[in-house]
């Protein structure tokens, strides 16, 4: 099963790439989608286009989709708790205020509001990880976050109930995850982060396994969890700040996609955190293009296509495993 | 030497959390190749000893001496090499099978890439021979019972090797016939030349496989010693404030309540 898995799932994901060049309102021939793909600019006008607009949102689902999923897994383990999420960090509110308030309140330019929320993401991670030092094991990682967020989540409303109605309808599709404003170089701040932090969190999985056998038990293997905690919820904090920043938060799929990666590969943590970075990427990619094609003239922002998407998935995830031996 | 002869010395050790004191002034040596049991009643502080043996708590005063240096300047690897601890959490490994969580004993001695070496597969194999689940080896962890689920966090207790192995209440779930054999592997791992420490709860089992009984009283060593000689009725009427003799059977002392 997890061989089949191991093949099926990368080969699902290039399946995914290649419908969504191929979903929107530009036809697009599977020569055209080739020559898109194929680096370098493309002569031929569709071709020009999907490069230019349908590739950085395809590009950025797979990425957010794999950096949301290793950060929600990450916190997962750190709190001993299949109910952890990067939200819980305070990332998502933390971002989604900064971007909002530069927005509304200080008029900041497009450009300019992608460093603004990684900035609020990173600061709120870092302020809920100082107050929660003492107990990131226990439930004061769980605690400190549901506060933090319920209080940036009030601000966050005031903000935007305090504007006029088109903008409100305007930040309420941001603030519920959307790709739909991706532009190459969104993409490009993604993926930069994404070659340093994805490599680190791979690396991390071996740390892992120990961790979900107690503190005691970690310890006794020889690992320095006092140092190790505060890093990888310093790392889970930093993979979900861009994707936060770019796209807005994406619910439900950090929460989820290790569950889904678990049922279907079981055992190592070497091997479900590969596994949920896969799931995060396809589920977000689907679920994107989904909102974007199946119901026009009606757009659904991929943080609700993706809440639809990703319980489908689990479900679906569930059943196999109870059939398989793989749980 | 006497470092050299014992892996783990403890040298009027207390702990405790802020003014209260859980343990006090307690003072002992466990040698290669000696079983020593730690017996006492529910909150006379045996865990908490263990658990300063094994480096998780840090002495507010006294120190431990592992393999005759300092535990507080070891690292935790360094620690990990040393003494192998089986806990009493659980923790919730999930549905990670048998034979990986016992690959888990050799972390401390790989590298930050991960390679298993022969050396580190026979000793997983041979580990999870003695623990009996060498035919549980593929089963998920979260399928097997209660005591299959000791005996595999036995095997990778065993697996870590190192010179001393501390064992928290190991008999716990565990059917008399695995009692036997899991406390019959601990005496062979002190004949290997290994340093083990048990809290045991069973008097008749803590007479039979342990050579010294170290009896803990409110957080102070109320005596240490063979069996024989440091379980009496008066000891049991001390210590556990029950009125019981004592019945023995070669080696074993069977305690019954008196009345």
């Known amino acids: 099963m997890r061989r089949v898995l191991l093949i099926l799932a990368p ?31 493309s002569a031929d006008p569709v071709a020009a286009r999907l490069e230019a607009l349908r590739l950085p949102r395809i590009g950025a689902a797979l990425l957010a989709g794999a950096m949301i999923s290793a950060s929600g897994l990450l916190l997962q383990v750190v709190a001993r708790n299949g109910l952890a999420d990067p939200g819980l960090l305070g990332v998502s509110q933390g971002g989604v205020l900064a971007i909002l308030a530069g927005a509304a309140l200080f008029d900041l330019p497009r450009a300019a509001l992608v460093p603004a929320g990684l900035f609020g993401a990173m600061a709120t991670a870092a302020a809920v990880l100082l107050a929660a030092r003492r107990s990131l094991a226990g439930g004061g990682l769980i605690l400190v976050g549901i506060a933090v967020n319920l209080l940036l989540g009030s601000v966050t409303e005031l903000i935007m109930t305090s504007g006029g109605m088109a903008q409100y309808a305007r930040l309420a599709v941001w603030s519920r995850g959307s790709l739909a404003g991706v532009s190459a170089a969104d993409l490009a701040l993604l993926a ?35 140092l190790l905690l505060p890093v990888l919820v310093l790392l889970a904090a930093a993979l979900a700040a861009p994707v936060v920043a770019v796209c807005g938060p994406v619910s439900f799929l950090g929460l989820i996609a290790g569950h889904v990666a678990r049922r279907l590969t079981g055992g190592r943590m070497t091997v479900v955190l590969p596994g949920a970075m896969l799931t995060g990427s396809c589920v977000l990619l689907a679920a994107d293009t989904a909102g974007r094609s199946l119901m026009p003239p009606v757009a659904v922002p991929a943080g609700i296509a993706t809440s639809v998407g990703g319980f489908l998935v689990f479900v679906f995830a569930a059943r196999l495993s109870q059939r398989g031996p793989a749980a | 030497m006497a470092a050299r002869g014992c892996p783990v010395i403890l040298e009027r050790l207390s702990f405790g959390y802020g003014r209260g004191r859980l343990l006090e002034d307690i003072s002992l040596s466990v040698r290669r190749g000696e079983v020593l049991a730690l017996v006492g009643p529910n909150g006379s502080g045996k865990s908490t000893l263990l658990r300063l043996m094994a480096g998780l708590l840090q002495p507010v005063a006294g120190r431990v001496l592992i393999c005759g240096e300092n535990a507080a300047r070891l690292s935790r690897r360094a ?25 888990m004993g050799r972390f401390p001695h790989q590298g930050w890439l991960r390679r298993a070496s022969a050396a580190d597969r026979a000793a997983v194999a041979q580990a999870m021979e003695d623990a009996e689940v060498a035919a549980l080896a593929g089963r998920p962890v979260n399928t097997l019972s209660g005591g299959q689920a ?110």
């Open chain 2, 79 to 103: 620690y990990a090499r040393r003494v192998a601890l089986l806990s009493q959490q659980g923790g919730a490994p999930g549905a990670i099978r048998v034979r990986d969580l016992v690959a």
């Open chain 2, 150 to 259: 000791q005996r595999a966090r036995m095997a990778m207790t065993l697996a870590q090797g190192g010179d001393v192995l501390l064992l928290d209440e190991p008999t716990t779930y565990l059917d008399l016939r695995h009692q036997f054999g899991l406390l019959g592997r601990a005496r062979r791992a002190a004949a290997e030349g290994r340093a083990v420490v048990a809290v045991l709860h069973d008097f008749s089992l803590a007479s039979l496989y342990a050579d010294r009984l170290a009896v803990l009283h409110e957080g102070r060593l109320d005596g240490i010693g063979p069996a024989a000689q440091v379980l009496d009725a008066a000891a049991l009427a001390r210590v556990f404030g029950v009125s019981a003799r004592l019945l023995r059977d070669g080696p074993a002392i069977f305690p019954v309540p008196r009345d």
């Open chain 1, 192 to 226: 930069a982060w994404a070659a340093v932090l994805l490599p680190l969190a791979l690396l991390s999985g071996r740390w892992l396994d120990p961790l979900l056998l107690g503190d005691d038990t970690a310890r006794s293997l020889g690992i320095e969890t006092r």
């Open chain 1, 11 to 41: 080969a699902a994901c290039a399946a995914l790439v290649w419908w969504a060049l191929g979903q929107g309102l530009t036809e697009a021939s599977a020569a055209e989608r080739l020559d898109a793909l194929w680096p370098g600019a």
